[in-house]
């Protein structure tokens, strides 16, 4: 199908909103005619790995399958290789208020992350009172979800700046909370640090060989 005018003429501000923020910022737009290969135009695909063509994320799926599409800005949102990113998607409508297309805006701000860690240790003068809170409310994913993103929360350091080391030591702390009595927490577990099941599973006799060799 024929590209709609209004989504041709935004093609161009692109590279402007690109080169604003940097190169950790990729400007893609999403052509809503062509739902197998939606990506019509990017600028720094190196952030999430995307090209023309791809896919259309999941994130927006949901919203166009909702009564509601409105803009969606300022998300956490994860690279398929660990890396944090703020995101914002702003759909594209045409006369008639049909959503014709989207443009969506991925920052990756791991970086950002480390400093503001850091800084926030460094800052911290007290720590009463502050015990961190794990929500055992909800289903047995909503738990595995929570203590996971509190574990990396407070290890501090975003995934795909791990060496193997720290997600061998990230996957001990996990294995210390009881989280891999939990259905599901190996694949789970993996799909967050960026490797595979059997890897963890090697982290987890890795960690469990050291414990015993630690006894004797």
Do not use: W
């Amino acid at each position: 199908m024929k590209t709609h005018p209004i989504l041709k003429s935004i093609i161009p501000m692109m590279e402007g909103i690109a080169h604003t923020f940097g190169k950790n910022c990729e400007v893609a737009l999403h052509d809503f005619s062509s739902p197998q290969s939606p990506i019509i135009a990017i600028v720094n695909g190196h952030v999430t790995g995307r090209d023309v063509g791809s896919p259309l994320p999941e994130t927006i799926s949901k919203v166009l399958k909702s009564d509601n599409v409105e803009n969606l800005t300022n998300y956490k949102n994860k690279g398929k290789d660990g890396k944090i990113l703020k995101s914002s998607a702003l759909f594209i409508k045409d006369e008639n208020g049909k959503p014709v297309g989207c443009l969506t805006i991925n920052i990756d701000i791991s970086e950002f992350i480390m400093v503001k860690n850091t800084l926030s240790e460094f800052c911290d003068v007290t720590d009463t009172n502050e015990e961190a809170r794990e929500a055992y409310t909800g289903s047995v994913s909503d738990v595995l979800e929570s203590i996971v993103n509190t574990t990396l929360e407070n290890y501090g350091k975003p995934v795909n700046f791990m060496t193997k080391e720290e997600k061998v030591q990230v996957v001990k702390m996990l294995d210390e909370k009881g989280t891999f009595l939990i259905r599901g927490a190996v694949d789970y577990v993996a799909k967050i640090l960026c490797v595979s099941r059997y890897t963890i599973y090697n982290y987890l006799d890795e960690i469990r060989v050291g414990e015993d060799f630690g006894k004797y």
